[in-house]
């Protein structure tokens, strides 16, 4: 399985790299390349994502590191310092600028000069910080998004060259407005510059100061000129995934407690308000748990969909170490993935039908997999990452790469591969299955982004040198205490087999 995820990564690498480099993204079908949409520049699906900066090379730097191909990881940086520049005429968006280029660069710099050479000795001879160079260029273009928002929220979108668009939209989502801290946090520690640590931080005070007076639930969309809530529903996916994600991941990094603080209220008020089903994962009777799409202001049940993004949290839940909540909200996911080979962007639970039915190779259940077997080491989830990798073949593998899927009911395919394919889908294959990965042995050194990339959790971090004569930061210790899973379980199911024919029986599964 190890061979068959490098494979998998190398056919959607080796393909970009031939048909679509220097562009952004790869048609896995069509065999060319795609760039940003000049012909329609509403096109935000498209435009958001692709600034005409080499975007699947970038993203791919850290998965070629930790697959450990010394060379191709050089010559990679090398390409990306020959081509990728940031002075283009193009709106982005800077969430997905952030996560997806300013992480990559980020990580492989800093694996790069990480003195144990973990990944080998990756740094070429002529490296000279030009990756966290590009990294600082690219921040300050997104930096008016920041400095022109009267409230702090940053603006979602700039023009690279030219700053905030006139006339900009103001609508953005908590997610994007609200998970910058890991990157720029880690600019600004790299750079001694707190300009941009602290921009992010303001974002998510004045976020995390929005959230409803009478149920401590934040909303999906938020104007960030007025700082008015623009869309009420609460819940784990889209539009606030990575918020949750990093308060604990930056509190993993920084040590700093007010995140953990707020991640842990945050927490509590998701299980009071979204979480249905029976009161244990693997005890008891009553419907299998779900967490449900609630009104911000009044706690009541918002939609009946749940989204494929939402599938990441059992993740987040194995590194807060909730790890029995994470098995159950896995099976639902993966339950999900079985009626359909894939997973459906939206699903219903009460019509038990997909509401969105495309798939666009996205990682999050490959991710949680990959969390759940460091976290119990049970076989189960290798079995899951085999049943994951053997459908994207059959389903998604087209001439040249992987194709989104158009329909989860008919399979039909849409000509485009997201660079997260490679950067997260991809990568978290690889490690669940090379268990003598460096990664693997040092878990518990490093933190990955939402975009997959790999950071060194690192002293360095957490101090900030602008701060206090750059003493560290030693308040970190919080009384958080993870659940350790009995060595036995290993041997088990990590669910209850009752319990997983009572959520295969739910969804219509003839097997299980
Ligand atoms: C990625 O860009 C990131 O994982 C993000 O947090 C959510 N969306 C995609 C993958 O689905």
């Known amino acids: 399985m190890v061979q068959e995820a ?90 997905e600028v952030n996560i997806r280029i300013i992480g990559a660069l980020l990580s492989a710099h800093l694996l790069m000069m990480d003195p144990k050479q973990p990944f080998g000795d990756l740094k070429p001879s002529w490296y000279d910080g030009e990756l966290l160079h590009l990294a600082h260029d690219l921040a300050s273009r997104l930096l008016p998004a920041f400095e022109l928002s009267p409230t702090g929220i940053p603006f979602p979108r700039v023009n690279l060259r030219r700053g905030l668009p006139p006339h900009s939209v103001s609508e953005t989502c908590t997610a994007g407005a609200g998970s910058l801290v890991l990157e720029f946090g880690l600019l600004s520690r790299l750079l001694g510059d707190p300009v941009y640590e602290g921009y992010a931080r303001r974002a998510n005070k004045v976020l995390w100061n929005s959230r409803s007076k009478s149920t401590g639930l934040l909303g999906n969309v938020i104007d960030s000129k007025s700082g008015e809530w623009l869309g009420r529903l609460s819940g784990l996916g889209a539009g606030l995934d990575s918020f949750y994600e990093y308060l604990l991941k930056s509190y993993i990094m920084f040590g700093e407690p007010d995140d ?28 299998h748990p779900l967490y449900v799409n609630v009104d911000m202001l009044s706690g009541a049940v918002h939609t009946s969909w749940i989204d494929s993004l939402q599938a990441a949290f059992a993740g987040i839940q194995v590194l807060h170490g909730d790890v029995e909540e994470a098995i159950c909200v896995h099976a639902l996911y993966y339950a999900l993935w079985k009626v359909y080979g894939v997973l459906p962007e939206r699903w219903d639970w009460q019509r038990l039908s997909a509401d969105v039915a495309f798939y666009p190779l996205r990682p999050e259940l490959v991710e949680s997999t990959y969390l759940l077997y460091q976290a119990t080491k049970s076989p189960f989830y290798l079995h899951v990452g085999r049943e994951i990798l ?9 001439k040249c790469g992987y194709a989104t899927v158009h329909s989860v009911v008919d399979k039909s395919l849409e000509d485009r591969m997201e660079s997260f394919f490679l950067s997260e889908t991809c990568k978290y294959l690889y490690l669940l299955f090379d268990k003598d990965n460096y990664v693997n042995k040092n878990f518990g050194r490093f933190v990955f ?64």
Not at 269 to 282: E, F, L, S, V
Not at 392 to 398: E, F, G, H, I, P
């Open 449 to 512: 982004s939402t975009e997959g990339h790999l950071f060194p959790i690192d002293a360095v971090f957490r101090n900030k040198i602008w701060q206090n004569g750059g003493g560290p930061n030693v308040d970190y210790v919080t009384n958080a205490t993870c659940e350790a899973v009995d060595a036995e379980r290993t041997y088990f199911l990590p669910i209850k087999s009752r319990y997983l024919v009572q959520i295969s029986k739910t969804l219509g599964l003839q097997e299980y």
């Open 260 to 287: 953990y603080k707020m991640f842990s209220e945050a927490y509590n008020t998701i299980k009071m308000y979204m979480r249905r089903g029976r009161p244990h994962c693997n005890k008891g009777s009553g419907d």
């Open 390 to 398: 053997e459908s994207l073949n059959n389903y998604t593998r087209t």
């Open 6 to 95: 490098k494979k998998m990564f190398y056919f959607g690498y080796d393909n970009y790299m031939i048909h679509a480099f220097p562009l952004d993204e790869l048609n896995p079908i069509l065999c060319s390349g795609r760039g940003p949409d000049y012909d329609n520049p509403s096109n935000i699906n498209i435009n958001d994502i692709l600034g005409d900066y080499c975007l699947t090379l970038v993203d791919s730097l850290d998965t070629l590191a930790i697959i450990g191909n010394v060379t191709a990881f050089q010559e990679a940086v090398t390409e990306v310092v020959r081509t990728v520049n940031f002075d283009k005429d193009n709106v982005v968006q800077v969430f």
